[in-house]
């Protein structure tokens, strides 16, 4: 198989769960800044030109969600449970991606990914609504961990992976964590697994 990254919120989830089964995966960096995704070889695979994406055989499966579910499943692990569980997983996937990491990703887009690619000054606008909405949220994930180790059965799951994958660069894309004393718990917790403190073959530091 491979597993089709670059060192951002979306594949560090599939990286993530790779690593920490130990699936047998060959990484393959795309180069987002180049432009790799957008070309034609790669948007055969996915169409719409994102990365994570996994080549299973001749299945390319994208969304890096789904992703993380399969990779679980072919190693027979619960990540992905297949209990009732998974209702619930499959409850905190969909809010995290709408309620969650949006505003979140919005913050490290504006705050980390903006500068260093040269397309200037954060939108102000953009930020304050994006504040906003994290701290409704967040608020409301925040009630849930107290008393959690995880985020679901308090046992690690795909939801933990997906609702952390902004957590890790916060502090630099501005996310503001300070009041919210059970996500920052759970979250130190996720950073002792080292899937998910270094998820990705190539430190962002070095990567091209
Ligand atoms: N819903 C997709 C989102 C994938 C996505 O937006 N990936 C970003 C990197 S985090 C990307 O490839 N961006 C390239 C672009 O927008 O041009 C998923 O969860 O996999």
New binding site residues.
Partial sequence: MKLFY?E????RKACAVARHLGSPIDFVRVD?PRGE?LRPEFRAINPN????VLQDGDWAL????AIMAHLSDLAEADLWPHDRRQIEVMRWLSWDAHHFTRPAGTLWFEHMIKPHIGMGPPDVTLVASATAEFHAAAALLDRHLAGRNHVVGDRLSIADFALASSLPDALASRIPLEPYAHIRRWHDGLMELDAWREPFPTPPALAA
């Fill in positions: 670059c951002t919120l979306n594949p987002l995704h030109g994102r990365v994570p994208w969304e890096a969600n």
